[in-house]
């Protein structure tokens, strides 16, 4: 078992920055993968950062040039390191992990989400 747990969020203006960390405790001596999901109220959950491996990354479009993700894999910690905040990048952002590189999102485990707000 798998426990996120996320930090990093809250209110912001636009063109600010906040940086997500997201810490995994449990069994996780294996996890492969290690990203971020984001839901904006109203619309479904989406992708917005994944990492998987030690190499492998892949950017949601809309925030591509914008955000990083990164990882410590020896402190089972994933980050994501957001800039030029926009009013749409409103949501609650969660962290998810998985044990298996190609695992589906249906396998991943997930954490409880943090709030981010960009706003004037």
């Known amino acids: 078992q798998v426990q996120l747990v996320e930090s990093g969020g809250g209110l912001v203006q636009p063109g600010g920055s906040l940086r997500l960390s997201c810490a995994a405790s449990g069994t996780t001596s294996r996890l492969a993968v290690m990203g971020w999901y984001r839901q904006a109220p109203g619309n479904q959950r989406e992708l917005v950062a994944i990492s998987r491996s030690a190499s492998s990354t892949n950017y949601a479009d809309s925030v591509k040039g914008r955000f990083t993700i990164s990882r410590d894999h020896a402190k089972n910690t994933v980050f994501l390191q957001m800039n030029s905040l926009t009013p749409e990048d409103t949501a609650v952002y969660y962290c998810?992990?998985?044990?298996?590189?190609?695992?589906?999102?249906?396998?991943?485990?997930w954490g409880q989400g943090t709030q981010v707000t960009v706003s004037s």
């Open positions: 998810v992990a998985a044990f298996g590189v190609y695992a589906a999102p249906r396998s991943y485990y």
